[in-house]
């Protein structure tokens, strides 16, 4: 703002010149048409191997995005180009469906998710999870209550176990379980509400599966949006993900499968 | 909602307080220091403008953290970690607005030269008394809009405090992240309201910054 008027002119092209440097340099498109696959943030790990299985076995290109589901919400509703939503909850597919931005008789459950309370410390998590009783922790991390289905499910056990209201000043607040898990495994928070998927691959530190009693059942639904309804690719990925196959790779992943 | 205006107030009124006082003398350093730790210090205190907010937040939220090399100090004060707190959200505002404060004062205290800092010395002024009443007065324009500019752009923070915050009423739960949230979960007029509030706000700070900046020119021409 205070520069020398010639020292901004020089600077200014200088950077013009990078940028046509950078956009000469940048890789073409491997495929013009890839198909894009928005995957709730909890489901990063399993996606990423079952779109390499998928791959392997069709030869066809997906190209994975993460987010909070609430987030991949907005953006589909803003006409973001994805084929295929894999969502942490069931609602927001069906309110995709409901807005017309998702093919109708798409949506089915793919994986149900476990909810976990974990810390990195070893012995902090007793195998009942008094834990949470007793309160001797600072911060206990959650994923937003309000757009990440973790994040309600932590609530709802934690109201389910009576302590809600002694815990409440401790929580701190991740925009997506991921990000509840990632407070915790910095040790910024001594303990945190996180997926069970996340707690199995990373086996240190002390953990407490929630039973499923003290929430409801966290299902986790798929859909084909309408930005794939033409896109084979899509489809058959959808059709995969139903296999025997696939289901025993999510069920590796801590998850539950539907009948 | 009805928390976060004033604690976002707050946060950007003592990080730019906090600013004044390490900034004003780190441009001088800088606008009088000789030699390649000059140009050094400098980049330094501008990486912020380029790295992104998820680099400083997660820089912060490590050396902020029980396991960081801050923890032993810490925990002399009883703390666990500064992550998930005001104090912590003032470090990283610091940290992220050092640069806006920085560089227009570098460039007030380079503009006056080095020529009334030595009349001053030669008749006789304390170092003190010269930086106070010669230097600090023909700077003046520099420092204010440093010292706006900090402001504004703490006001506007969103990946430090997303990195670090953890997101709780009344303590980390700043403007930007109300406005995010509301995104998320599809609450668009409430973000819209707020979204076009710090739109108005910043374009004020702005238009305000540039009129200042003119009237110098005109004063100095």
Known sequence: ?259 | MPAAIPLTLELAGLSTALLLLLGVPLAWGLARGRGWWVEALGAVIALPLVLPPTVLGFYLLILLGPHGPLAPLLALAGLHTLAFSFAGLVIGSVVCSLPFMVQPVRSAFAAIGPAPWEAALTLRAAPWDAFVSVILPLARGGIVTGAILSFAHTLGEFGMVLMLGGDIPGKTEVLSIVIFNDVETLRWPEAGALAAGMAAFSFCVILATLRAEARMARLRA
């Open chain 1, 1 to 259: 703002m205070s520069l020398p008027r010639h020292a901004t002119r020089r600077h200014l092209a200088m950077l013009a010149v990078l940028g046509i440097v950078a956009f000469g340099l940048r890789p073409a498109p491997a495929r013009a048409a890839e198909t894009s696959v928005a995957v709730a943030a909890d489901f990063t790990v399993p996606a990423k191997r079952l779109v390499a299985a998928f791959e392997q076995k069709t030869g066809d290109k997906l190209a994975l995005s993460f987010g909070a589901s609430g987030q991949i919400l907005a953006q589909i509703t803003q006409g973001a180009p994805y084929a295929v939503f894999l969502s942490a909850d069931a609602e927001r597919p069906r309110k995709l469906a409901a807005m017309g931005l998702a093919v109708p008789g798409s949506v089915f459950t793919y994986a149900v998710g476990r909810l976990a309370l974990w810390s990195a410390q070893p012995s902090l998590i007793d195998s009942q999870g008094k834990v949470l009783q007793t309160g001797r922790f600072a911060h206990l991390a959650i994923a937003n209550p309000q757009s990440a289905p973790y994040g309600a499910a932590a609530v709802q056990a934690l109201k389910a176990l009576g302590v809600y209201d002694a815990v409440a000043p401790k929580l701190v607040t991740g925009e997506n379980v991921a990000q509840a898990y990632q407070f915790t495994a910095s040790g910024n928070a001594e303990l945190g509400f996180v997926a069970l998927s996340e707690v199995l691959q990373d086996k240190s530190g002390s953990a407490w599966v929630v039973p499923q009693t003290l929430y409801q059942p966290i299902m986790q639904d798929a859909a084909l949006l309408k930005a794939g309804k033409d896109d084979p690719a899509a489809r058959a990925f959808l059709a995969y993900l139903q296999t025997p196959e696939a289901r025993a790779i999510i069920r590796g992943y801590g998850y539950g499968t539907t009948p």
